[in-house]
């Protein structure tokens, strides 16, 4: 780990939220293609956030199957969260 997030505290810390900030996404799509109880807790958890997170890109693409939608419009803040995090953080590790 420390060689992942090591160098520049800054981009450490963006490091990791991006990282945290995808994962939570990417769980909601877990548990939504494994029919996961939303009445758990963790699960309405889990996907009040990453509705909160995904509410820029949600209904981007008219998509009428309910797993293809799910995974795009979760999956595309996702992949966006990742690129733009990791960026930064390489431009601020290399300042």
């Known amino acids: 780990m420390s060689r992942r997030y090591g160098g520049n505290p800054a981009a450490t810390g963006i490091l990791i939220i991006a990282d945290i900030t995808a994962l939570i996404l990417i769980l909601w799509i877990a548990f939504f293609l494994v029919n996961a109880n939303t009445a758990n807790d963790v699960v309405s958890w889990v996907r009040n956030a990453a509705d909160w997170l995904s509410g820029w890109s949600r209904d981007m693409f008219n998509i009428?199957?309910?797993?293809?939608?799910?995974?795009?419009?979760?999956?595309?803040?996702?992949a966006v969260?990742?690129?733009i995090g990791h960026a930064v953080a390489g431009r601020v590790n290399r300042s």
């Open 81 to 83: 969260y990742l690129l």
């Open 64 to 78: 009428k199957s309910d797993t293809w939608r799910t995974v795009v419009n979760y999956g595309l803040p996702a």
